[in-house]
């Protein structure tokens, strides 16, 4: 069964560093997402993208995050100066645009020192 | 974003017994509805998307009341592997197409 797959899964970096954190969305798949989820509390929305352009995003997706589609099957958020409170796990989801269902990768769990 | 509300449990229910949950959205022009399961540090798995007639999965059933603004899922004959935190997700509709997510309810299965 096709899936998303995430890396690294985890990732350790101080803060004011960027990070690129990478997906492969399931193959046939048009609409791509983001999301966090801080320990202890729920699964929040970032970002969605469609069309090699962002279609919706967040309040929390400010001008420190962007995400970009480089080629065919990449998707890639990037966080440019990390803060303590980035520290994350982040999920990146993929929908094929006709049943509106949404597939989670594995996440990648973001430490910020 | 408007919320999804959940309550957060812990639900401790005996292996065979019959778990129901309930959550509730604050967006009445929401448009798509699921249950998502997730165990301890991953990722969330989709159990059942929600239709407005209702809609059965093996022992699982969920249930849409848009006059209410809440769905449920059903658990019957639960096993200690449904031990999982529970998760409703909403689409705002509007245009808006990620997920707004409840907090989750927690269901542990007791032997």
Redesign the interface.
Known sequence: EPEVTQTPSHQVTQMGQEVILRCVPISNHL?F?W?RQILG????????F?NNEI??K?EIFDDQFSVERPDGSNFTLKIRSTKLEDSA?Y?C?SEDGV?????????TRLTVL | ?KEVEQDPGPFNVPEGATVAFNCTYSNSASQ?F?WYR?DC??????LM?VYSSGNEDGRFTAQLNRASQYISLLIRDSKLSDSATY?C?V?PGG??????????THLIIQP
Request: net charge positive; proline share 4%; glycine share 12%.
């Open positions: 609409y997402y999301y509390q729920k699964v929040e929305f970032l970002v969605s469609y279609s919706e967040s796990m999920f989801a049943k509106d269902t949404q597939y989670f990768g594995p996440g | 974003r798509s699921f997730q540090r991953k990722e969330p798995k989709l998307s998760l997700a689409i245009g808006a197409d990620g997920l707004t997510f409840g907090k989750g």
